[in-house]
C-alpha cells in the first residue's frame, strides 16, 4: 500500500556531512509524520528526528544542531541532513511514516528498507 525507499547512505570521515532521501510511493491517501530512526550493531532501534505535517520537528538530544529533518509534501518525501558527523552515528538509518492509504481510515506504521551510513576515517 505504502512504500518507503531510502538512499543517501555511505561512508564518510568525521566532520562529513551526508543528506539521507526517503521517498513515499503508492496509494496514499494522507502522510502525518514522517521520521529517521537508526540502529547500531548491538542496540536497539532509536529515533533520531521526526517532522509532522505540520511542520514540527523532533530531535534526539544526540543529534540536536547536527541534523535537520525536512519534507517535500508535493512529493512525498523526507530528508536528512547530517552534518559534523562523528563515529557513533554509524547505523542503519530507517525511513518511517504514519500514514493513510486509500480507502483506509486507520493510519498505519510504515518502514523503509534501511541505509548504511558508516562514519570512519
Known amino acids: 500500500q505504502v512504500q518507503l525507499v531510502e538512499s543517501g547512505g555511505g561512508l564518510v570521515q568525521p566532520g562529513g556531512s551526508l543528506r539521507l532521501s526517503c521517498a513515499a510511493s503508492?496509494?496514499?491517501?494522507?502522510?502525518?509524520?514522517l521520521g529517521w530512526y537508526r540502529q547500531a550493531p548491538g542496540k536497539q532501534r532509536e529515533l533520531v528526528a521526526t517532522?509532522?505535517?505540520?511542520?514540527?520537528?523532533n530531535y534526539a538530544d544526540s543529534v540536536k544542531g547536527r541534523f535537520t529533518i525536512s519534507r517535500d509534501s508535493a512529493k512525498n518525501t523526507v530528508y536528512l541532513q547530517m552534518n559534523s558527523l562523528k563515529p557513533e552515528d554509524t547505523a542503519v538509518y530507517y525511513c518511517n511514516a504514519a500514514a493513510q492509504p486509500m480507502g483506509i481510515i486507520t493510519v498505519r506504521n510504515y518502514w523503509g528498507q534501511g541505509t548504511q551510513v558508516t562514519v570512519s576515517s
Open positions: 503508492g496509494s496514499i491517501f494522507r502522510i502525518n509524520t
Open positions: 517532522i509532522t505535517n505540520g511542520g514540527n520537528r
